[in-house]
């Protein structure tokens, strides 16, 4: 039965995650609040090793859960599960894409979906910067103030985000950078 669940949660977030691998992250925190197969901390660990890897997030994090819950074959359900939705609409785009490009209500849904994924992607980076950046269950616990920030996180956050600003590297670079940095310094 957790095969078949597992493939369909998956199939779910396939089908309605457009706009690549970021656009899977508001489904895949549903699955840390709704299902508990990945605690949040796990999901932020798969995010930076799917950002650091080949690979997309959502099929390497789909394949991790499945694995997870439910071994091997659960591993391949949930990534058949996240991929089958793509299968599907390619090959049926593939075949009438040329009889219907030039359509303005194709030309306006693709218009239309630009600002979709872009706010779906920009909740997932407020998300994250809260789960990262803020200890926001430890400042419940404790009510001090001091215990809201995670300092080293800022830190890095900050400095990240000046050296992306003032040099023009590619992105391998900073990933690296901050990989090292996480490693130095035990974040």
Request: aromatic fraction near 14%; avoid cysteine.
């Amino acid at each position: 039965m957790i095969l078949l669940k597992l493939y369909f949660v998956f199939f779910r977030i396939g089908l309605f995650s457009v706009g690549g691998g970021l656009a899977t992250l508001p489904f895949l925190q549903e699955i840390v609040h709704k299902y508990g197969w990945i605690t949040s901390e796990e999901l932020l660990n798969m995010i930076a090793i799917s950002e650091s890897t080949p690979g997309p997030i959502g099929i390497n994090t789909s394949t991790y859960v499945g694995y997870n819950t439910g071994g091997v074959l659960g591993g391949l359900m949930a990534t058949l599960g996240i991929v089958t939705p793509s299968i599907i609409i390619i090959v049926i785009i593939a075949h009438w894409f040329s009889k219907f490009s030039e359509k303005h209500i194709v030309k306006s849904a693709f218009y239309g979906i630009r600002p979709v994924v872009t706010g779906l992607i920009g909740a997932v980076g407020y998300e994250l910067a809260k789960i990262e950046l803020f200890n926001i269950e430890t400042f419940l616990k404790t009510n001090k103030i001091v215990d809201l920030l995670n300092l080293k996180a800022i830190l890095l956050f900050g400095m990240m985000f000046y050296l992306i600003r003032k040099f023009n590297k590619h992105p391998i670079t900073y990933i690296l950078v901050a990989a090292v940095i996480g490693i130095i310094f035990k974040f």
